[in-house]
């Protein structure tokens, strides 16, 4: 992996990288120079950038048919093209050029597509509008012929011998685990994906996402290897353990970027790059950066330092996010469609604090310093005892890090099963960070009280991220008192357990336990014993389970 240093926090790369013996014994070319233009051979628009890059799109589907850098093609596997989703079929395309700036357009049905070319640049700038469900469109995939970027690096890599789990979860002879789904990367961490190999580079530079939905901690397919070749992605919507509705409107521009090798220019970054040039080009639903408005904010004050704070903004037509600054919390959004938006700050992943922002074309709304309420943030409740930490994630649980690039059969991952002391040390490293009904529900955590603790009620709660087939815990304490079933908070409707992904809805749940139920003798452990119900799921892995964010007894 590689990143660049000097750029803000929450704003990270993600290269894949591969060996140059690959992809130079499958792949051989010469360079290519010509002027800058298009032709048409009848099937295909032919464009030339004018620098090493040339380019086909189909006029009949729209689909990009051929990349070829430096003389060498780079498109296709099994036979298919790079296109929306697996391809729009017949489509009405047209072409035109402007100045330095050619524009393909794609119309199918609703949506409307677009390829751009700037003379110079060995870039694709490309567009989607989707305007309703009419259409399924929900990613750009470029598709890369075999041999070019062959490595099997990270977990993407989908050619491992034993399907596991539906038809996109494999297992390797050694016992690892693959699967296009395993990213590791929520999307505000990245903002390319791609391969490098050989002095050449291939990437997606990925759009803002602000018609895309799940929000800045949101995960979904980025890239994957297969035996006949690889695919990067540009999601435009992903319904895996989603949060949101869809959005419709314009997504871009995200860029397919070719390089000698190294990372793509920093200039075509998202929040970074604005195209003037694109203005004038009639791309249905576009906005240039005068019809935007910004929102800054002076500061977050009452902050826990140990965490990172993200601001976002979202409504039912878009969604934006940006890093609050270490020393006082100073946030700035930009790029932002006019509207009246839900402001959101995060400790962590964790919400702690929201309210209502209004932002106007060409204008900037401040807003003064934003006072957490102590009583919004779990962790500043004085607790007995705590396993884990309140931020949303269930970060420093056992096997939570593997779990964003593995499946919970994977080899590499510490048994599911276990019980927990309190006092021991280590406690939160060793609970697991998922529970399921049929792998490890009824785990048992031991703890001891003070005689004036043993006496009072006090409050437990368990905090999660999400759950699949509505598993909720239900809690029983020395086998004497025994919660309620409580009701299943919303929840995304897919997998996400399994999938590389613990992001859903934050909840918590709270239980009052009696005094009644602790034990008298204060040399004694209480027991406490938490099970997932749910009447759904079917068995394993893919029973009812849910992700721990921290489980506390207050004082």
């Given amino acids: 992996m590689s990143g660049s240093a000097h750029r803000p926090v929450g704003r990270r790369t993600f290269v894949l990288a591969a060996t140059a013996a690959a992809a130079g014994t499958a792949l051989t ?23 090493q890059l040339v380019f086909k799109v189909s006029k009949s589907t729209g689909d990009l048919t051929s990349l070829v850098y430096r003389g060498t093609e780079y498109q296709g596997y099994g036979g298919m093209n790079s296109h929306i989703e697996s391809g729009l079929g017949a489509s009405t395309v047209g072409i035109s050029q402007s100045g330095s700036t050619i524009l393909v357009s794609v119309t199918h049905g609703t949506l409307k597509h677009y390829y751009a070319a700037r003379s110079g640049e060995n870039n694709i700038y490309l567009w989607t509008n989707k305007a309703d469900t009419s259409v399924s469109a929900t990613r750009y995939i470029v598709r890369v012929k075999k041999g ?27 016992g690892q685990t693959r699967s296009k789904h395993y990213s590791k990367r929520r999307v505000m961490d990245y903002d390319y994906v791609g391969w490098s190999a050989g002095g050449v580079g291939l990437w997606v530079v990925r759009s ?7 929000g800045p901690f949101y995960r979904s ?7 006949d070749g690889g695919g990067l992605y540009e999601i435009l919507y992903y319904g895996q353990n989603q949060t949101e509705s869809q959005r419709f409107g314009l997504q871009g521009p995200y860029v397919i970027a070719f390089t000698d090798g190294g990372a793509p220019s920093s200039a075509l970054f998202p929040g970074t790059l604005t195209t003037p040039w694109a203005d004038s080009l009639g791309i249905s639903g576009y906005v240039p950066a005068s019809g935007r408005g910004k929102v800054a904010g002076v500061g977050i004050s009452g902050r826990n330092s140990a965490y990172p704070y993200t601001v976002g903004l979202a409504n039912s037509a878009a969604q934006y996010w940006g890093s609050a600054r270490s020393s006082d919390g100073y946030f700035s959004i930009g790029g932002v469609l006019p509207g009246t938006y839900t402001l959101t700050v995060f400790k962590g992943e964790l919400a702690v604090y929201t309210s209502s922002v209004s932002v106007s074309a060409g204008g ?15 962790a500043n409740a004085v607790a007995i005892w705590r396993i884990g930490d309140w931020n949303g994630t269930p970060g420093g649980f056992k096997n939570a890090d593997l779990m964003t690039y593995a499946h919970p059969s994977d080899v590499r991952a510490a048994s599911w099963t276990g019980n927990v002391v309190i006092g021991g040390g280590g406690e939160t490293a060793a609970f697991p960070c998922y529970l399921w009904k049929d792998v490890n529900s009824g785990l048992l955590v031991y703890f001891r009280l003070t005689a004036a603790q043993a006496a009072a009620a006090h409050t437990l709660r368990i905090g999660v991220t999400t759950a699949y087939a509505n598993g909720r815990p239900q809690i029983t304490v020395n086998d004497t008192w025994t919660s309620a079933i409580p009701s299943p908070p919303t929840q995304p409707n897919t997998r996400s357990l399994t999938n590389g992904s613990y992001r859903g809805n934050n ?7 009696p005094a009644s139920a602790w034990k008298t003798d204060t040399s004694q452990y209480n027991v406490l014993r938490i099970d997932v119900v749910s009447g759904s799921g079917a068995t394993g892995f893919l029973s009812a389970g849910t992700a721990i964010d921290a489980i506390d007894l207050l004082a």
């Fill in 208 to 214: 803002n996402h602000e018609k895309a939905s799940g």
């Fill in 148 to 174: 070019a970027f062959l490595n099997d690096e990270p977990d993407s890599y989908t050619y491992a011998p034993t399907t596991i789990e539906a038809s996109d979860v494999f297992r390797k002879s050694d």
């Fill in 364 to 378: 900037t709304t401040t807003l003064n310093t934003i006072a957490l309420p102590s009583s919004n943030d779990p």
């Fill in 221 to 227: 397919l980025l890239r994957h290897q297969s035996a």
């Fill in 29 to 51: 070319g010469t360079a290519h120079a010509a002027a800058f233009g298009w032709s048409d051979d009848g099937s295909n628009y032919i464009v030339d950038t004018g620098a």
């Fill in 507 to 513: 909840h918590t749940f709270t239980y009052s336990v």
